[in-house]
């Protein structure tokens, strides 16, 4: 049967994470059609349509993603894990898998949280733009998966005769109330006594950007897609404004 999908209605992949949260509920604010697709529920919300399954299960994508115009993913492994396997499996071959259900089920806008670390290779960066290249010596495995994420995404760019569209924003470290990785490790290691070494000469640069910024910035790329397809393919950077000079 062919579910017709409104413009206004999306998956969001990883939708019970700390940005996906956020996420859900900025566009229930702004009432969109809404469903969560995550291995864990975190939250409820009456507005919201859970899936509890992984990305990895192509059927169950498929099934979540019907009649859906936007599909948002913002699932990964935390950062901090050290199982290279999951990472690949999730972020690289879980990927994939999304794509393919993005077009199965017909969907017209695919909306990537990339990362700013996909560009870093090390040394500070001032003022670059989305022209740089891919880190060549990405500082870890989980930066090299999202780097393969964010190729695979972008490349699928027009696939489904022309039908699917997509688009990946990159933001560094995000702050906001429910962090559970920057802010409440920073704490630890303060507790730990770690945070007494400077690293440099103290003037290294580090980007933050406001979680609701994030979500703001994820649900811009979607609708500036609706009206300018030739975004489509594309990556962009997103921060607050300056970057933070420590
Ligand atoms: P998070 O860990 O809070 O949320 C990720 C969510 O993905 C979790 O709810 C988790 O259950 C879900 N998930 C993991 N594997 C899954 C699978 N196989 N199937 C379905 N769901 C799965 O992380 P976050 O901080 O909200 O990050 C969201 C996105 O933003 C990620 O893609 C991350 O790479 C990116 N990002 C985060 C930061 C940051 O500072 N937090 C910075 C740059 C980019």
Redesign the pocket.
């Known amino acids: 049967n062919l579910v017709v999908a409104d413009s206004r209605t999306c998956l969001v992949?990883?939708g019970?994470?700390?940005?996906?949260r956020h996420l859900v509920e900025d566009l229930i604010t702004r009432k969109w059609k809404i469903r969560v697709?995550?291995?864990?529920q975190?939250f409820d919300a009456p507005e919201a349509v859970f899936h509890v399954?992984?990305?990895?299960d192509k059927k169950a994508l498929i099934a979540a993603m019907q009649g859906c115009s936007t599909v948002f993913h913002?699932?990964?492994?935390?950062?901090s894990s050290s199982n290279k396997d999951m990472f690949w499996k999730?972020n690289v071959e879980?990927t994939k898998i999304v794509i393919s259900a993005c077009k199965a089920a017909q969907v017209s806008r695919l909306v990537l949280?990339s990362?700013a670390s996909v560009i870093y290779e090390g040394n500070d960066i001032l003022g670059d733009d989305e022209d740089s290249p891919y880190a060549t010596n990405p500082v870890d495995f989980y930066t090299s998966t999202?780097i393969a994420q964010e190729q695979l995404v972008l490349r699928a760019n027009r696939v489904n005769n022309g039908r699917l569209l997509t688009i990946a924003i990159r933001?560094?470290?995000?702050f906001g109330p429910r962090d559970?990785?920057?802010v409440p490790t920073l704490a630890d290691a303060a507790r730990k006594g770690k945070m007494k070494f400077i690293i440099g000469d103290g003037n290294n640069v580090v980007d933050f950007t406001y979680v609701k910024n994030v979500s703001h910035g994820l649900i811009l790329a979607a609708l500036a897609l609706e009206k300018n397809s030739d975004l489509g393919g594309q990556a962009f950077h997103i921060t607050n404004d300056q970057p933070i000079l420590f």
């Open positions: 992949i990883g019970c994470g700390f940005l996906g697709f995550d291995v864990r975190t399954g992984d990305l990895c913002c699932a990964s492994p935390a950062p999730v879980g949280t990362s999202k933001p560094h470290g995000i559970t990785t920057m």
